[in-house]
């Protein structure tokens, strides 16, 4: 169980109010979440600069001392990916904290691979050596970070949500293969820096869109530095609601995609 964060803009965007000062900020999750559980096994941040991932971790807790919130204030990106992690699979370690990068890929999950030490042969039989090679840690989701960039990179030719959805699919076999009753938890966000595509499975997610340039609830201020020409537009995708502002529950047992100009599409899995 952990908590994750997804931001995507058509202009940079400050998200640090979101991740730090709001009144439900992911740093607030990560000490206590609104069931009453703590996240403080690690915490990342990933954003975008010339087309790759750059990613920011720590094995301790986001509400420790002030590194959370230096990373949040330094960002200012058109696509974030965050996370604070409950360790579930993997102990807590720099090495099992997301978000799991390469290149211009990142992921996060929120959730637990039922049954993961059988389902994990499966998946080491589809995933390519060299993906093999770089798992690091021991978690359930970098090994499915690392299966689902052996299928992205054998199908490049396919739209980003279709291999997603067919990894996921795959996944979900497994696991209901070992056994069918098992409860899933199948939450991700995985990004090029252009599109996140993520699914909701057996965990809470949350959505809020944003149009128009506003006064942030939190500091008063507007976020981006605001090309007139341009119609602002942003996503956010939460664990939780964040902020005040009208969220809308993610369907549970889909995955979506977000483009470059903001907007939620969803499937059925």
Not at 93 to 111: D, I, K, S
Not at 219 to 230: L, R
Request: with cysteine; glycine share 8%; hydrophobic share 40%.
């Amino acid at each position: 169980m952990c908590r994750l964060y997804g931001f995507r803009a058509n202009e940079p965007t400050k998200v640090e109010c979101t991740l730090v000062h709001a009144q439900n900020a992911l740093m607030v999750q990560s000490k206590e979440d609104t069931a009453g559980y703590s996240h403080g096994h690690g915490w990342g941040v990933a954003t975008y600069e010339d087309g790759e991932a750059h990613v920011e971790r720590q094995a301790w807790a986001a509400y420790h001392g002030e590194h959370f919130k230096r990373a949040a204030a330094r960002v200012r990106s058109k696509t974030v990916l965050a996370h604070v992690r409950r360790a579930t699979v993997g102990p807590p370690g720099l090495e099992n904290t997301h978000p799991f990068a390469e290149g211009a890929w990142a992921m996060v999950h929120n959730g637990t691979v039922p049954n993961f030490e059988e389902v994990r042969v499966r998946m080491i039989e589809e995933t390519a050596e060299p993906h093999l090679h770089a798992i690091a840690g021991q978690t359930d989701s970098e090994h499915v970070f690392r299966y689902l960039m052996t299928l992205l990179q054998r199908s490049a030719e396919q739209p980003i949500l279709e291999i997603f959805h067919q990894g996921l699919r795959q996944i979900v076999a497994w696991c209901r293969a070992v056994d069918p009753q098992a409860p899933l938890g199948l939450n991700f966000l995985l990004t090029d820096g252009q599109v996140i595509v993520g699914s909701r499975i057996g965990r809470s997610l949350y959505a809020l869109e944003r149009h128009g340039v506003y006064d942030c609830e939190i500091c008063g201020f507007p976020h981006i530095n605001h090309d007139p020409k341009i119609d602002y537009r942003a996503l956010v995708v939460a664990s939780e609601p964040l902020t005040h502002e009208k969220w809308c529950e993610v369907e549970e047992g889909t995955v979506f995609q977000v483009g470059p100009e903001p907007t939620m599409a969803c499937r059925p899995l």
